[in-house]
């Protein structure tokens, strides 16, 4: 079967999904065990094909290569070697070569030097980060965090971003013989990014500075990571939307609660389960478990109804374990099992979008811990974190607290 007549085939069983989903749902939006499970074959059989298209168009690819001629007979005189250092900006090594300089010595500041910081004055003064630093620092953020690393993330040029998001589709009707057509359009819904600044400060003794065997880059890219790191996936998770990103556990534009737990303290398999469930269908496919590590102690000792532990172990290094069939990560910044608290994300966290304002920016500090021996360095960035589809991601949320008689 050519990849054509395949594509063309998973197209059909997609068709013919969509078709037995929409027939099959009951008043409530659920289907049946039955039909559930009709349904999942389904969606199997289309990834089969997917996976079967992506081998062919591997190996038409392979083939393709292979069939290049192994040399190039040459018809002109060789050019000149290619100089090495092409790169322009704040990626240029002459960028990077004078911020460092300057970052080390308040005093050296050359016109050849200023020249080549040009291309990375901030409005709020200070220097941005040479390109290649730039990504250094957001590598580290995303070793650091799970939020970060799982979620959407855009680069922006400018303070704001709207991002335009179906809030309800439209649907067809049956009509009958020269009947009006009903209309049913799309909703459409906003969701906008702001810019909203964090930032530290490095203290750093001169002593240190001074010293040409000391690590500065690494020392800075490394602190910059743990703290901003820590902050920004505290905001992901329990931001309130002011003056900092909407955390996804907000109650205002965060993540649906799916399920409530009967208990203040405990969750229970089945609670799990109807967590896993209240997520449509199509959401699963990518979704992930975040919780506390207290949480996941007690997620690891729950079994199904068949006896089966919901936690699986990883079957090869390097691996994520699982539950129910799904990664899940820990964040110490999942509140614990209490009373009223959000204990249980699970959900497809590229519905989280984290925009990240272009620039991270570094200013040193010459006199204000001169008194210590000591020159600080304020590193600063902007950028703001929303959930734009919240059916995407769910919650699970423990009891209240306990009312009168119950």
Known sequence: ?????????????????????????????????????????????????????????????????????????????????????????????????????????????????????????????????????????????????????????????SGLHKIPVVASHGSAAWIDEEGAYTESDDV?????????????????????????AFDLEGYISSEFSRRIGDKEEEAFLTGNGSSKPTGILNATGGGEVGVTAASATAITADELIDLYFSLKAPYRKNAIWVLNDTTVKLVRKLKDNNGQYLWQPALRDGDVPTILGRP???????????????????????????????????????????????????????????TVLPEAIKVLQQKGTAQSGS
Request: proline fraction near 3%; charged fraction near 25%.
């Open 328 to 386: 899940y990560f820990t964040s110490a910044y999942m509140p614990e099992a209490a009373a009223g608290e959000k204990t249980v994300i699970f959900g497809d966290l590229n519905y989280y979008w984290i925009g990240d304002r272009q620039g991270i920016t570094f200013k040193r500090l010459n006199e204000l811990f001169a008194g210590n021996g000591q020159v600080g360095f304020l590193a600063s960035k902007r950028l703001d974190g929303k």
């Open 188 to 212: 459409f819904g906003q969701v906008q990014l702001d810019a909203h600044k964090v930032g530290t400060i490095i203290k750093v003794s001169e002593e240190l500075l001074n010293d040409a």
């Open 1 to 157: 079967m050519t990849i054509i007549e395949l594509r063309n085939k998973r197209a059909q069983k997609l068709a013919a999904a969509k078709a037995y989903l929409e027939a099959k749902r009951t008043p409530d939006g659920f289907l049946s065990e039955e039909d559930d499970a009709t349904y999942t074959k389904l969606e199997t059989e289309i990834t089969n094909l997917g996976n079967e298209i992506a081998r062919m168009e591997r190996l038409e690819a392979l083939d393709n290569e292979l069939s290049k001629p192994v040399n190039t007979p040459i018809t002109e005189k060789p050019a000149a070697p290619a100089k090495m250092d092409t790169k322009t900006g704040r990626a240029s090594d002459a960028y990077k070569k004078a911020f460092w300089n300057v970052t080390r010595h308040k005093d050296s500041m050359t016109p050849e030097m200023k020249n080549a910081l040009q291309e990375g004055v901030d409005s709020e003064g200070g220097y941005l980060v040479p390109d290649e630093f730039e990504r250094t620092l957001v590598q580290g953020l995303n070793a650091a965090t799970v939020i970060r690393a799982n979620a959407h993330v855009i680069t922006t040029s």
